[in-house]
């Protein structure tokens, strides 16, 4: 869970390098350094902190180089300090190299290098591999690239490198397994990076490595060659779909609020999701005994939602299973079908569910944000939403855009099965209103959601409660306001109180509802029946309901009323105001907004 960034160009790469770890640093942020080759020998800087502070700190802007690689890093072997930052160098200083991802057997590694007297100076798995290159160096490797690949195949774990050194001036070294690196072909210069971002003001023609490749850049040219045959591989050049301007903040404070405000176009995007794709995904679906859908974190409330979504549009039950726990608990055979649902398309978890069913013989796809990622070349059928880069660690448009692909899958699957809702073009209507309802909400609600935000945020503990769909957007909402607010916020089904929270109300804790229009009407009874239940506790109450909704103006301390829409739309709006509401908290309490502590947008490790 860290960015990797290299460049080979001409004239001084060092500022190139700093800008392309800077727009990784969703990916780690905790530490961060570089590498360079300047006047024929290697040059190292690196320290804790952000790459605005570190690289400042250090003086990066010292350096003189046409070639480096540079790295930031979120901790997984090895407490956050400088000696822990990457990159890391050989014993005689001529190989540096930096590395996303975790060796699984490193400590073997490193017992054997220190056997042979390489003296190592910090607690991470990757320092073995500069230690590693050089030992086969010694030991007799015909040349660098050679002493590099045997490396490689004595590593085992999960990782990207890139490696620069002084046996090679003008090139940098890379490798891929089971994270990602992308090669970006400018001119004059050839970029490293974890993903586009690295490289998307320099230029928008990238080749993705796949997994036991390994390749070179140069200044003018690449090759990439098998780590399993060494032969050279031919590769697709691929357009990046995306621009620099994109992945910037147009003004708004944080990305977070950008990409909530993002979200009409997210929708828009994911409504007209390919059509090609979708069919693929139907007839997979159709096809099938048994369907899952998976995530993590917020990808696995997706799944929660889409569950109901297929329940109400497709009348078919599927499983949302959390990617994390999947290997222990699905049944998976070659009549299953697997979906899966991920932003970045590089989570860890999600990417080992998808590989355990694919070894089960099971038929896999997955509804992803990012084009050429791993989920995205892994799965059988990859339907990409189109939402664009999502910085923010929150991810807020990216998920709702999920929503709308799973409802659209599920309303392609009615119909192909002949099982449509008879209002389904009324409902099919509404969702093609929802981008402007949400520009509404946005416009009518964002100054109100503030205020409340303000007069709320001192309340420590939270319950987010809701019914059917509602839960699962109760669910994500209260995610978002722990991650970005570090507000303690619990997720409940409405219902399920009684059987025991119900113990917590008292003065100390707050509860949020998320309550249905009253049109849903056995849904908006049984949520009233639990609010009264905490009212009779004498609990406070904060309510996301509709307008025109008068039964729940006394039970209710704050309420943030909605416009009247069509029930299947309506959750939707709410988990825009939950997403705003958790905005707003943490703006309050002065939280680091688009990087909360200990967390990172692509998590990588198991
Ligand atoms: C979302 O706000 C979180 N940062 C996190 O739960 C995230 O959704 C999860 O790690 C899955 O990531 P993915 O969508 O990139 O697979």
Partial sequence: MCGIAGVVGQGNVVDT????????????????GIAVLQNGALAVKKGVGTVEEVSQAERFSDLDAATGIAHTRWATHGAVSAENAHPFTSCDGRIAVV???????WTELRARLEAHGHKFRSQTDTEVVPHLIEEQLKLGAADFETAFWQSLNLIDGAYSFAVVTSLEPGRVFVAKHKNPIIIGLGESANYI???????????????????????????????????????????????VQWDAEMAKKGGYPHYMLKEIHEQPHAIRMALGVDARGMAQVVEMLRAAKRIYLVGTGTTYYVALVGQYLFKDHARRFVSAVAADEFTLLAEVDAETVVLAVSQSGETYDTMQAIRCAKAAGAKTAAVVNVMGSSLAREVNVALLQMSGPE?????????????????????????????ARGDAADVAAAFAALPDLVQQVLNEKSGFLNTLAKHTCGWK???????GVYYPIALECALKMKEVA???????????????TLSLIDDDICSLIFVPPKRDEALHKMVLANIEQIRAREGHVVGFVYDADESLASLLDERVLLPDVHPSIAPFLELLCGQMFAYFTAVALKRPIDRPRSLAKSVTVP
């Fill in 99 to 105: 590395h996303n991802g975790i060796i699984a057997n």
């Fill in 17 to 32: 390098l700093v800008r392309s770890i800077r727009t990784l640093e969703y990916r780690g942020y905790d530490s961060c």
């Fill in 391 to 419: 910085i923010s660690v929150i991810s807020t448009k990216a998920a709702l855009a999920q929503m709308v692909a799973l409802y659209r899958i599920a309303a392609d699957l009615a119909r192909a099965d002949g099982t």
């Fill in 193 to 239: 990076g974890s993903d586009f971002n690295a490289f998307i003001d320099k230029t928008k023609r990238a080749v993705v490595f796949d997994d036991d490749e390994y390749g070179v850049i140069t200044k003018d040219d690449f090759w990439v060659k098998s780590r399993l045959t060494r032969e050279v591989v031919c590769k697709d050049v691929t357009t």
């Fill in 486 to 500: 570090y507000r303690h916020a619990e997720g409940m089904p409405a219902g399920f109180l009684k059987h025991g």
């Fill in 461 to 467: 503990d939270w319950l987010f409660l809701g019914r």
